[in-house]
T-cell receptor, first 113, second 114 residues
Framework: AQSVTQPDIHITVSEGASLELRCNYSYGATPYLFWYVQSPGQGLQLLLKYFSGDTLVQGIKGFEAEFKRSQSSFNLRKPSVHWSDAAEYFCAVVIGGYQKVTFGTGTKLQVIP | KAGVTQTPRYLIKTRGQQVTLSCSPISGHRSVSWYQQTPGQGLQFLFEYFSETQRNKGNFPGRFSGRQFSNSRSEMNVSTLELGDSALYLC?????????????FGEGSWLTVV
């Protein structure tokens, strides 16, 4: 069965520092890959997605992610974190043609001054 | 265009009651899926509908059901509520064509069972 692993449950970074959130998936083929962000009490907002092509994808709010097939990874990065980025981040995969999303367990990001 | 709209946003029910949650997808989207989010279990897939037909179903008891109407709006129902059903229920819609399989979520319906 497909699975998504986010090994970091909680990450704390200083404002202005760089950020990398890790995501690994387990599936035979390359699934569709997504990163979502959830602020407290809110729904999920799509940050970026990867379907095919260029392995470095740009998203909203200055985020980017790099797909590495050899490592089955899709890590999320941001060069300079802002206090407003504090939220929970979910990596997700979808098998092509089926609209069932499998989510990772999420990474809570805390930003300190 | 408007995003995914879920109603109600917040509700409190008593054990044993039933609840119906509504979801209006993004205009033109025909696929609607539902997810349950709890602190202990995370985000779990409930079911997905396309053109009024359930295409996928998660591992939830039969108390959880859903349907989709001809205008793509969807409802989910939970009967005989249990305390453990307290959760954030998220609806998502998926477009086709240029938007591919991108899945957009609503703000969710917060259900508290007391």
């Amino acid at each position: 069965a497909q699975s998504v692993t986010q090994p970091d449950i909680h990450i704390t970074v200083s404002e202005g520092a760089s950020l990398e959130l890790r995501c690994n998936y387990s599936y035979g083929a390359t699934p569709y890959l997504f990163w979502y962000v959830q602020s407290p009490g809110q729904g999920l907002q799509l940050l970026l997605k990867y379907f095919s092509g260029d392995t470095l994808v740009q998203g909203i709010k200055g985020f980017e992610a790099e797909f590495k097939r050899s490592q089955s990874s899709f890590n999320l990065r941001k060069p300079s974190v802002h206090w407003s980025d504090a939220a929970e981040y979910f990596c997700a995969v979808v098998i092509g043609g089926y609209q069932k999303v499998t989510f990772g367990t999420g990474t809570k990001l805390q930003v300190i001054p | 265009k408007a995003g995914v709209t879920q109603t109600p946003r917040y509700l409190i029910k008593t054990r044993g009651q039933q609840v119906t949650l509504s979801c209006s997808p993004i205009s033109g989207h025909r696929s609607v899926s539902w997810y349950q989010q709890t602190p202990g279990q995370g985000l779990q897939f409930l079911f997905e509908y396309f053109s009024e037909t359930q295409r996928n179903k998660g591992n939830f008891p039969g108390r959880f059901s859903g349907r989709q109407f001809s205008n793509s709006r969807s409802e989910m129902n939970v009967s005989t509520l249990e305390l453990g059903d307290s959760a954030l229920y998220l609806c998502a819609s998926t477009g086709s064509g240029n938007s591919g399989n991108t899945i957009y979520f609503g703000e969710g319906s917060w259900l508290t069972v007391v």
